[in-house]
């Protein structure tokens, strides 16, 4: 679905991110927007998909004691688009979403990119309180 992997690409040449790096083979990029705190968003075409994952920290041990997985499960419920995760080993904490490629239109992806970007401007502080 090579059509879906270009399309995806020009819209994030219309929402003027940054693609820092590239896999055409895989269909996937990797995107920066810093001024929003967008640092190497993954997005990548998995037909019928498109996931979206930013790594966001490393989950400090302590912080599971201190309910940071409840916090994380209450700050999900705020989000618009998709969601803080655990990676598979549980060491980390993943911005996650997923959308329909098929009728993938820029506002859905912009909004997807935009939740994150509030998201993080939101719960920043508390993620980094937690991350120490």
Not at 74 to 103: K, P, S
Request: hydrophobic share 40%; charged share 30%.
């Amino acid at each position: 679905m090579k059509e879906k992997f270009e399309c995806v690409k020009s819209y994030l040449y219309e929402m003027n991110l940054a693609i820092v790096d590239e896999d055409p083979e895989e269909e996937l990029v990797v995107v920066d927007d810093e001024e929003n705190g967008i640092k190497n968003l993954v997005i990548d075409c998995e037909y019928p998909i498109l996931v979206l994952e930013q790594v966001i920290m490393k989950m400090n041990p302590e912080a599971e004691a201190k309910g940071f997985c409840k916090r994380l499960l209450q700050m999900n419920r705020e989000i618009v688009h998709g969601a803080f995760v655990l990676d598979e080993t549980g060491e980390t904490i993943i911005f996650r979403d997923t959308l329909q490629l098929e009728n993938l239109d820029r506002n859905e992806l912009e909004g997807s990119i935009h939740s994150l970007s509030l998201a993080l401007s939101e719960y920043g502080g508390e993620l980094l309180r937690f991350a120490r």
